[in-house]
C-alpha cells in the first residue's frame, strides 16, 4: 500500500494542480468512508482494536485501524493510546490519517491541534503529508480545512508551492465561497513569500467580479505587468464578463480591443463563453468579429454561437443574414434547437412577411412542434385566422400539433366573442385525441366572461378546481371583474381565495372592484382577509384597496381598528397619499382623538400633502373647539403659503381660534392674508377685531380706532371715534386683549379723566352713524379693505392729550383696522 506520502510524491512537479479542479466535483470523494463524530466512542469495538494492537504496534498496523475505526472519538484515543507506548513514535503517514477524520468530522480546532503535534515532533515528511491533506480536503469539499491546513504550513515556516494556493484558490472560486475565504488564502501566499501566477490573478479578479468589486478588479488586471504576470485568454474572458455582467458593456469592449492589439492567442472556451455574452447585450457587431476570428483560428462554432447570433440578428431584424447563419449551421451537420427556428419565425412575422416564414418551416422541413406554435399565435396576431387554422389542420395531419397549438386558436376566437366557434374548434381538439389542459379552460372562461355570461365561466372554474388546476393571470382576471360587475362578491372571493392560495396573483382592477364590493356589503372583516392574501400572493394592493378598507373600517363600529389596519399596511411598505390621510384623519375626528389628528396632518403636510377641503375644514372646527391650534401652527403656516386649500370659511375658523388661543400675532397675519385674497371676514370675526366681547358684555365702551387721516374744509380737524358699541348702543360680545389693557388703565385713572370719557360718551351717536355707513359701503363694494381703510377713523384726543399723563407714550400701539402691519403710535402731544 502507499502512503500519502509516497503518493504525493508521484506527482510530477509540473503537473498544474488547478487543473484538478474542473474536472473534480465535491461528489467525488477519495477512497475513506466520510464519519461523523459521535458522542462517545464504541468501547467493546474500541477495546479490541487496542488489543490487536499491543503486540503488532506499528505505523502500518495503526493506519489500518485508523481507517477500519468509523467513530471519530474511537480514532483518536487509539492514536493517543499509541503515543504513550514507549517504543512507538508516530509518523507523518500516522499522523495524516487522524488528521484527515477529524477534518472530514468537521472537528477544526482538534485537527489543528494534531497538526501543530506533527511539525513539532518534526516528523519526516511532514511537507508533503500537508500538502496531500489540503488535497484530499479540496477533494471532499472541505475548504475551510484545506485552509487552517495551509494557515499551519505557513506558521510553521513552510512554504507551499504556487500552485498548492491556485488549487485552493481555484476551488473557493468555483465553489463560489465568498471574497473573504479568497482574500485570506491570497494573504498566505503573500505572507509565504510565493509569487503569484496568472492563474493566481485570474482568481482573484474573478472573485472581485462576482462581489461587485469592479473597480478593484480593474485595478489588478491593470497591476498584472507590474507583478511579473502577463495577461492570458482567460484573463480576458474574465474582464470580459465580469464588466458585462455589471451593466459596463462599453468598458467590455475596450478591453476586447485590448486584447486584439496584444495579439493574444485565443481559446475555444473564450469563444464559446465570450460571443453570446455580446449577442446578449445587442452587440453584434463585436459579437460576429469574434465569430469570424473563431473560424479563422480553426475552430468549429457549435449549435449554442449560431443560436445566439441567429437570436441577435433575428432581434435586429436582419433575417437574410439570419438565414444564411441558419443555412451554413445545417451544412456543418449542427442541428439547431427548436429556439433558433422560432426566433426566426418571429422576425419575419415582425417585418410582416409571414408568408416566408411559413415557407421557411416547410423548404427546411422542420417539423418540430414549438416554431410551427410561434407561427400559429402570429397569425393570430395578425388577425390572419383563415391561414392560422389551415396551419392547423396540417400540423394534426402530420401529427406535430399539441394542447398549445389548439389552445392559440381557442384563445383567439374566445377574446373576439366568438365562443360558439370556439367549441367547435374543442370538439374537434378531442377527436384528435387531445385532453384541454387548464389553458383550455382559461381561454373559454375569457370567452363567457366577454359575453357577459359569468354563470358559464363560474361552472368551468369549479370543473377546473375539480382537477386542481389553475387558470392563467389574464383569465382570473376576466372572471373576477365579471362577477363583480354582476354583484357576485361572494363567488368572486371564492375564485380570489382559490388563486391566491395557489401563488397566482391578480391584476389591480380588478381587485379594487372585489374590495370596493365586499366593503360596500358592509363585509370589512372579509376585506381585511383578501388584502393579506393579496399582500402574499404577489397581488398589488393600489392605494384605493386600502383607502376602501379604511372609510370602511372608519364608518363602521370597528373604527377602533383603524390604526391597527394602518400598521399593517406600514408594515407591507405601502406610503399613503392623500385621501388615505384624509379618511384617517377624519376616522380620528370621529373618536375625538385629538392628538391623532394633528399628528396625521402634520405628517401629511411635511410629505408635501394637501389634504381636501372637507377634512380641513372639519379638523380645523375640532381643534378649535378644543382650543388646540396651536398643535398644527407649522403646518398651519405652509398651508396658508403654498395652497389655495384655505378658503374664507377656514380662516374666520382659523382667525377666530388663534384669538381665542392668545395667539393674536398670528391672527392679524391670517387676517391680513385673507384680505390679500379679497375674502370678507364674518360678523363674529369683525366683531372680534374691531372690539372686546367680554368687556362689551359689561357695558363698557372701548376706543377701537383712531385715524388723523382727514381734516375738514376750514382746516379744522375732522374729529371722529370708532368704537364696539352696537348700533343700538349695548356692548358687542368679544375679547380683544388690546381693549382690555386700554380699559384697564382707563379704570386705573378714571377719576383723573372724567371730563374726556364724558366727552367720547357723548360721541356715541356718530360711532354709531358711522358702524351703520360701514356695512352699507361693504354691501355694495367687493374691495372690503380699502371700504375698511376709508371708514377708519382716529381720533386725536387733543383735549386729553395734555392730562394724559397716565399713558406713557410707547402703551399707545393702537392697530389699524384689518392691517395689523401698519402701526400708529399714538404720542401725548403727536
Known sequence: ?????????????????????????CTNTIHINPETNQNSPNIPDFDAKIQSLRNKLYPDNLIKVLKSTSDVNSAVKIFKWASLQGKFNHTADTYYWIIFKLGIAGNVEEMEGFCQNMLKERCTGEEDVLV?????????????????????????????????????????????????????????????????????????????FETDRVDSALDQYRRINKKGCSPDCKTFEIVIKGLIDNNRVDDSVAILHEMLELGCLHELSFYRNTI????????????????????????????????????CLCKQLRLDEAVNLLEEMMESQLEGDDNVFVDVVLGFCKL???????????????????????????????????????????????????????????????????????YELLGRMIISSLIPDYATYSALVAGNCRLG??????????????????????????????????????????????????????????????????????????????QLLAYNSGTSCVH???????????????????????????????????????????????????????????????????????????????????????????????????????????????????????????????????????????????????????????????????DLSTKDGVGGLKLKVTENWRDDGSSRPGDNVLSRQVHHCCDIAGSLNRPALQMVQELKPQFVNLRRQQRELLMKSNDYKNDCTNNILIYRLDSLASNAFFFQPEEWRLVLCFKPNEVLEFLGHG
Open 1 to 25: 500500500m502507499l502512503s500519502p506520502s509516497t503518493f504525493f510524491k508521484r506527482i510530477p512537479k509540473w503537473v498544474n494542480l488547478k487543473a484538478f479542479i474542473s474536472s473534480v466535483s
Open 132 to 208: 496531500s491533506l489540503v488535497d484530499a480536503f479540496v477533494r471532499n469539499c472541505r475548504l475551510n480545512e484545506a485552509m487552517r491546513v495551509l494557515f499551519n504550513m505557513n506558521l510553521a515556516g513552510i512554504k507551499p508551492s504556487i500552485d498548492v494556493f491556485n488549487f485552493v484558490l481555484g476551488a473557493l472560486v468555483e465553489e463560489k465561497k465568498g471574497f473573504q475565504d479568497v482574500v485570506f488564502v491570497y494573504k498566505e501566499m503573500v505572507k509565504a513569500g510565493v509569487a503569484p501566477s496568472i492563474d493566481t490573478l485570474n482568481y482573484l479578479m474573478e472573485v472581485l
Open 276 to 311: 453570446p455574452l455580446f449577442c446578449r447585450e445587442d452587440r453584434l457587431e463585436e459579437g460576429i468579429m469574434l465569430f469570424r476570428k473563431m473560424k479563422e483560428s480553426n475552430f468549429t462554432p457549435d449549435t449554442f454561437i449560431y443560436g445566439a447570433l441567429i437570436q
Open 352 to 422: 410582416g412577411k409571414i408568408n416566408e416564414a411559413v415557407k421557411l418551416l416547410e423548404d427546411k422541413h422542420v417539423l418540430e412542434t414549438s416554431p410551427h406554435n410561434a407561427l400559429l399565435r402570429c397569425c393570430c396576431d395578425a388577425d390572419k385566422f383563415p391561414l392560422a387554422k389551415g396551419l392547423l389542420e396540417k400540423m394534426s395531419e402530420r401529427n406535430i400539433d399539441d394542447c398549445d397549438s389548439w389552445n392559440i386558436l381557442i384563445r383567439w376566437l374566445c377574446e373576439r366573442e366568438g365562443v360558439v366557434k370556439a
Open 453 to 530: 355570461k359569468y354563470e358559464d365561466a363560474l361552472q368551468l372554474f369549479l370543473q377546473l378546481h375539480a382537477k386542481c388546476w389553475i387558470l392563467d393571470p389574464a383569465s382570473y382576471s376576466e372572471l373576477i371583474e365579471g362577477l363583480c360587475r354582476g354583484e357576485k362578491y361572494l363567488e368572486a372571493v371564492r375564485v380570489f381565495c382559490y388563486m391566491s392560495e395557489n401563488g397566482c396573483s391578480l391584476q389591480s382592477f380588478p381587485f379594487i372592484m372585489l374590495i370596493k364590493g365586499i366593503c360596500d356589503m358592509g363585509m370589512i372583516g372579509e376585506a381585511v382577509r383578501l
Open 544 to 706: 384605493a384597496t386600502y383607502n376602501y378598507v379604511l372609510l370602511g373600517l372608519s364608518k363602521s363600529d370597528q373604527g377602533r381598528h383603524v390604526l391597527a389596519f394602518l400598521s399593517r399596511i406600514l408594515v407591507q411598505g405601502c406610503n399613503l397619499f392623500t385621501e388615505a390621510y384624509c379618511i384617517l384623519i377624519q376616522s380620528m375626528i370621529a373618536q375625538n382623538q385629538i392628538k391623532d389628528c394633528t399628528t396625521f396632518l402634520n405628517v401629511m403636510v411635511n410629505e408635501g400633502l394637501v389634504p381636501d377641503s372637507d377634512t380641513l375644514y372639519n379638523l380645523l372646527s375640532c381643534l378649535a373647539k378644543h382650543s388646540q391650534l396651536y398643535l398644527i401652527s407649522v403646518s398651519l403656516d405652509k398651508l396658508a403659503s403654498d395652497c389655495e386649500v384655505l378658503d374664507s370659511a377656514m380662516y374666520n375658523i382659523l382667525i377666530n381660534g388663534l384669538w381665542k388661543e392668545g395667539n393674536i400675532n398670528e391672527a392679524h397675519r391670517l387676517l391680513d392674508l385673507m384680505l390679500e385674497k379679497g375674502w370678507v371676514p364674518d360678523s363674529m370675526t369683525h366683531g372680534l377685531l374691531i372690539g372686546s366681547p367680554d368687556i362689551e358684555e359689561k357695558g363698557e365702551g372701548m376706543l377701537a380706532y383712531v
